[in-house]
């Protein structure tokens, strides 16, 4: 899952156990899918939005995709 925070607990070769720090669940996954957290600059607060044709709020809005 995005952005979740995962406490390691065990390493084995390319796998970590550990627990998702929002429900506590334990399980395993592969070190491939662990990263660094992202620092966000924005936040999403709708859930639509406005397809413009050009890179210009007064351009035309495009028809639903």
């Not at 995005?2 to 929002?22: A, C, E, V, Y």
Request: aromatic fraction near 10%; hydrophobic fraction near 30%.
């Amino acid at each position: 899952l995005n952005q979740t925070k995962f406490l390691i607990l065990d390493q084995h070769k390319s796998w970590s156990f550990g627990k998702l720090l929002t429900d506590h669940y334990l399980g395993w996954i592969q070190n491939k899918y662990l990263t660094n957290p992202i620092k966000t600059s924005h936040r999403v607060i709708t859930k639509t939005t406005n397809i413009y044709k050009a890179n210009n709020p007064k351009s035309i809005i495009r028809p639903t995709i």
